[in-house]
Nanobody, 115 residues
Framework: QVQLVESGGRVAQSGGSLRLSCVAS????????MGWFRQAPGKEREWVAS???????AYAQAARGRFTISGDITKNMVELQMNSLKVEDTAVYYC?????????WGQGTQVTVSS
């Protein structure tokens, strides 16, 4: 069994910053990617950013230039630095990890950006 625990979500002001963290534990086999998704009220879950074992990163258009994903997936850890927050960044942010057997999700952490 694999568990992912996210932390760092809270209420922030528009224009402010937040840093989310995720740690995976359990029976992880050959982890090759970790990433962040988000789901705003009434909307589908969407991909935000991801990082793989070669430290290659990728970002959704909404995150590019404002968010930075970092971490060491060999240690099952990933973070998301979010700057210049916008009200539309309000969502539950989920961490996802992928290994040779499938994808695993955390329970999510709430990010609320107030104007």
């Amino acid at each position: 069994q694999v568990q992912l625990v996210e932390s760092g979500g809270r209420v922030a002001q528009s224009g402010g910053s937040l840093r989310l963290s995720c740690v995976a534990s359990g029976n992880i086999v050959n982890i090759y990617t970790m990433g962040w998704f988000r789901q705003a009220p009434g909307k589908e879950r969407e991909w935000v950013a991801s990082i793989n074992g070669g430290n290659l990163t990728a970002y959704a258009q909404a995150a590019r230039g404002r968010f930075t994903i970092s971490g060491d997936i060999t240690k099952n850890m990933v973070e998301l630095q979010m700057n210049s927050l916008k009200v539309e960044d309000t969502a539950v942010y989920y961490c996802r990890a992928g290994d040779s057997r499938g994808n695993y999700w955390g329970q999510g952490t709430q990010v609320t950006v107030s104007s």
